[in-house]
C-alpha cells in the first residue's frame, strides 16, 4: 500500500465515522491494513505533519488493556496516540 492509497483509506474511515465526531482508533485501523509496523506509523505520523489529521490520546491510556496500547503510536514527546481525526 503506497501512502496515498493509506491516505485516502484513512479520509474515508474517518468520514464513515462522522457521527463519533470523526475520530479512527488507531489500534483498530493498524490491525485491518496489511502494512508493517514501522511503514504504518511512519503513514500516519506523515498524515500529521502533512496536515490533514489531528493526532490524539486516549482519555484513560492506562486502562486500555497492553494489547490495545501496543497498537497505539508513541510520539517522540512520549504521548502514546490512540486517536486520528481527519481534518
Do not use: K
Not at 502494512?35 to 490533514?52: M, N, P
Request: net charge negative; charged share 25%; proline share 6%.
Amino acid at each position: 500500500m503506497i501512502y496515498e492509497e493509506f491516505q485516502a483509506l484513512v479520509r474515508e474511515e474517518g468520514e464513515r465515522r462522522i457521527t463519533q465526531g470523526g475520530l479512527v482508533p488507531i489500534p483498530e485501523l493498524r490491525l485491518g491494513l496489511p502494512l508493517e509496523r514501522q511503514a504504518f506509523d511512519d503513514y500516519v505520523l506523515r498524515l500529521h505533519t502533512d496536515g490533514l489529521v489531528h493526532l490524539l490520546s486516549h482519555v484513560e491510556c492506562a486502562t486500555l488493556p497492553e494489547p490495545v496500547r501496543n497498537d497505539c503510536i508513541v510520539h517522540s514527546s512520549g504521548a502514546l496516540l490512540y486517536w486520528i481525526r481527519w481534518l
